[in-house]
């Protein structure tokens, strides 16, 4: 199967592979292989597992991070009261 990459970069292989991971193989003469990855668990499913154990530590940084000002405020207060 032969298949042209967009513009962006991007190459569309149908609705059948989507959602699906891929390795990307790159090879001497230029052929780029797409090679099927089992996947074991989601990111999103391990992101969510992550987050439930460790609900208490986000939730302290959330506070922590609530009570100061936003860095880029800092930064462009320091900005403003530079001599120009």
Sequence with gaps: ???EVQADGQIALG???AGRRYDLQFHADGRVELVPV?????????TCDWAKQNADAIEQYNRWVSEREPYSQ??????????D
Excluded at 74 to 83: G, H, I, L, M, N
């Design 1 to 3: 199967m032969s298949k």
């Design 15 to 17: 609705r059948q592979f």
């Design 38 to 46: 089992p996947s074991v668990q989601s990111a999103s499913d391990a």
């Design 74 to 83: 800092r930064v462009r207060r320091w900005r403003a009261a530079q001599p």
